[in-house]
């Protein structure tokens, strides 16, 4: 498939599955209530139409991308 949305889009899903499946053993409600809200709204809505949206889509997922894994390490380290 040469559509470049496509492919991120189901890494960052895959990423994201397994990043909340990890979350969730951890705190299912702060999970459930505090990152998934975040996530879709960073994925879902914070778009411009004034924009390109691959660009802005690509910013989105780097920047759920970090906030998910920077949950996923503190929560690693934690005994």
Known sequence: M???F???WQQGAKFLCESFREL???SEIATAVLVR???YQR???DYSLQGE???Q???NMEAVRQLVAGLREKVE???
């Open 6 to 8: 496509f492919l991120e």
């Open 24 to 26: 969730e053993q951890a």
């Open 37 to 39: 809200p975040m996530v």
């Open 53 to 55: 949206f691959l660009p």
């Open 43 to 45: 994925l879902y809505l």
């Open 2 to 4: 040469d559509d470049p």
């Open 77 to 79: 380290a934690e005994p």
């Open 57 to 59: 889509f690509r910013k």
